[in-house]
């Protein structure tokens, strides 16, 4: 097989990239260790920023998004048994998130890439990258009961945080920065419409809760846990015990409850790696970095990486110069921090601190939170990182 770019990972990164050289006129082929039913399913984020929205529009892939997606212009944020909105619309000249599932992102992407004649390999088994500080790089990968070796001109690693990609690249050539947190989420998908049409950001002595949805029907809700608890822990009776605990207010408000359809637990992390290029081979997305869902912005951030290397990659092709494709990195890497600043901050400013002996973190997260819900500045300092800033 030969393609211009071989893309390793069906995730968002991976399938945008690949609509976004399609639509320069560049060939790519996917490689997804999955099959297509398991990544559609696939449960993960559901907070777009405006940015991303209107990129996904600008490839021809907006329409459900447009007719199902759930527009937003506020969050709450809890804590002290009372609630506070951040009307980020108003705060930021008119821009809004909107709520639509990672999985239906996925399904609408590679809905495009398979009517446009794009190749996804899906259930790629054994995948590894070849040669890839030569110009000549290889994927080789078991597809169909036969091994391929996919001849390429460029590498793009959209293969997520436990991919083959980046471990390919010598120790030596990374830099990395980890910073890993002291808890966990419990999350659940339940049949119950959402109590309120917007999020609640939850700051609770038990720890943190947030409530979210996916569409009027069904409700997305989170609980912070520790982070070595396991599932069976977690009986349906006491999610909605603690869901009632952190997210009741004063007033006696509590959060709609239905069958749980789903349920799982998402370690914290916040993750980079510098820099996000060796050779032939670009890392985009959760391959390069993670951040805590708290900021919701995994998935955008991902998505934007993909942006800047497709807009790289055209460059490169039509004028022979190498001068954004140098710079892919660093351009990235200035959006990457900014955003992890923004989901470090927020995870530490609502989550429950167990090393707090004499309750100082405590105080001081009361402080910040009555900071932004205060002072216009400090709230809309939350506001235009919540919905994305254009200029990092
Ligand atoms: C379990 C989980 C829950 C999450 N929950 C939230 C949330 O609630 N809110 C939030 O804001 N963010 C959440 N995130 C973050 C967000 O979903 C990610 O940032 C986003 O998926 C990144 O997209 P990506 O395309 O870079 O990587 P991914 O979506 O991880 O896609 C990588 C793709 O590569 C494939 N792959 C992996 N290895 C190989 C291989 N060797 N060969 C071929 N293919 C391979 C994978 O199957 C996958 O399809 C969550 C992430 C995870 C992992």
């Given at each position: 097989?030969?393609?211009?770019?071989?893309?390793?990972?069906?995730?968002?990164?991976?399938?945008?990239?690949?609509?976004?050289?399609?639509?320069?006129?560049?060939?790519?082929?996917?490689?997804?260790?999955?099959?297509?039913?398991?990544?559609?399913?696939?449960?993960?984020?559901?907070?777009?920023e405006?940015g991303t929205?209107?990129l996904?529009?600008?490839?021809?892939?907006?329409?459900?998004?447009?007719?199902?997606?759930?527009?937003?212009?506020?969050?709450?944020?809890?804590?002290?048994?009372?609630?506070?909105?951040?009307?980020?619309?108003?705060?930021?000249?008119?821009?809004?998130?909107?709520?639509?599932?990672?999985?239906?992102?996925?399904?609408?992407?590679?809905?495009?890439?398979?009517?446009?004649?794009?190749?996804?390999?899906?259930?790629?088994?054994?995948?590894?990258?070849?040669?890839?500080?030569?110009?000549?790089?290889?994927?080789?990968?078991?597809?169909?009961?036969?091994?391929?070796?996919?001849?390429?001109?460029?590498?793009?690693?959209?293969?997520?945080?436990?991919?083959?990609?980046?471990?390919?690249?010598?120790?030596?050539?990374?830099?990395?920065?980890?910073?890993?947190?002291?808890?966990?989420?419990?999350?659940?998908?339940?049949?119950?419409?959402?109590?309120?049409?917007?999020?609640?950001?939850?700051?609770?002595?038990?720890?943190?809760?947030?409530?979210?949805?996916?569409?009027?029907?069904?409700?997305?809700?989170?609980?912070?846990?520790?982070?070595?608890?396991?599932?069976?822990?977690?009986?349906?009776?006491?999610?909605?015990?603690?869901?009632?605990?952190?997210?009741?207010?004063?007033?006696?408000?509590?959060?709609?409850?239905?069958?749980?359809?789903?349920?799982?637990?998402?370690?914290?992390?916040?993750?980079?790696?510098?820099?996000?290029?060796?050779?032939?081979?670009?890392?985009?997305?959760?391959?390069?970095?993670?951040?805590?869902?708290?900021?919701?912005?995994?998935?955008n951030l991902a998505i934007a990486d993909v942006r800047v290397?497709?807009?790289?990659?055209?460059?490169?092709?039509?004028?022979?110069?190498?001068?954004?494709?140098?710079?892919?990195?660093?351009?990235c890497?200035?959006r990457?921090?900014?955003i992890?600043?923004?989901?470090?901050?927020?995870?530490?400013?609502?989550?429950?601190?167990?090393?707090?002996?004499?309750?100082?973190?405590?105080?001081?997260?009361?402080?910040?939170?009555?900071?932004?819900?205060?002072?216009?500045?400090?709230?809309?300092?939350?506001?235009?990182?919540?919905?994305g800033?254009?200029?990092?």
């Amino acid at each position: 097989m030969r393609t211009q770019v071989a893309i390793v990972g069906a995730g968002p990164a991976g399938l945008m990239l690949a609509q976004l050289l399609h639509g320069y006129g560049l060939e790519s082929i996917i490689i997804e260790r999955h099959d297509r039913a398991y990544i559609e399913r696939r449960l993960r984020a559901g907070v777009l920023e405006q940015g991303t929205v209107d990129l996904l529009h600008a490839v021809g892939v907006g329409e459900r998004l447009a007719r199902e997606g759930l527009v937003h212009h506020g969050i709450y944020l809890q804590f002290e048994g009372r609630r506070h909105r951040i009307a980020i619309s108003e705060l930021t000249g008119g821009r809004a998130i909107t709520v639509y599932g990672q999985q239906e992102v996925v399904k609408d992407l590679i809905a495009a890439r398979l009517v446009a004649g794009g190749q996804i390999c899906f259930e790629a088994g054994d995948v590894s990258v070849h040669n890839i500080d030569t110009a000549q790089p290889r994927v080789r990968v078991r597809w169909q009961g036969a091994e391929h070796e996919i001849e390429c001109d460029v590498i793009a690693g959209c293969d997520g945080f436990h991919g083959v990609c980046r471990p390919s690249i010598p120790t030596a050539a990374l830099r990395v920065y980890q910073k890993v947190y002291p808890f966990a989420w419990l999350g659940i998908l339940a049949a119950a419409p959402p109590a309120t049409h917007e999020l609640i950001y939850a700051y609770h002595e038990r720890g943190f809760a947030l409530q979210s949805m996916r569409s009027p029907e069904l409700s997305r809700l989170y609980v912070q846990c520790a982070p070595d608890d396991q599932i069976d822990q977690w009986p349906d009776e006491r999610i909605w015990r603690e869901l009632r605990d952190r997210l009741a207010l004063d007033d006696g408000w509590a959060p709609a409850e239905g069958p749980i359809l789903e349920k799982s637990i998402t370690t914290m992390r916040s993750f980079v790696v510098d820099p996000m290029r060796y050779g032939r081979l670009f890392l985009a997305g959760d391959a390069a970095h993670v951040v805590p869902p708290t900021g919701a912005k995994g998935m955008n951030l991902a998505i934007a990486d993909v942006r800047v290397l497709a807009e790289a990659l055209a460059d490169w092709y039509r004028s022979g110069q190498t001068g954004l494709l140098d710079a892919y990195s660093a351009t990235c890497l200035r959006r990457v921090w900014r955003i992890q600043h923004f989901s470090w901050w927020m995870t530490a400013m609502l989550h429950r601190f167990d090393d707090d002996p004499d309750g100082f973190q405590h105080q001081l997260q009361l402080s910040q939170l009555r900071y932004v819900c205060g002072s216009q500045a400090a709230a809309t300092t939350l506001a235009e990182n919540y919905v994305g800033i254009e200029q990092v």
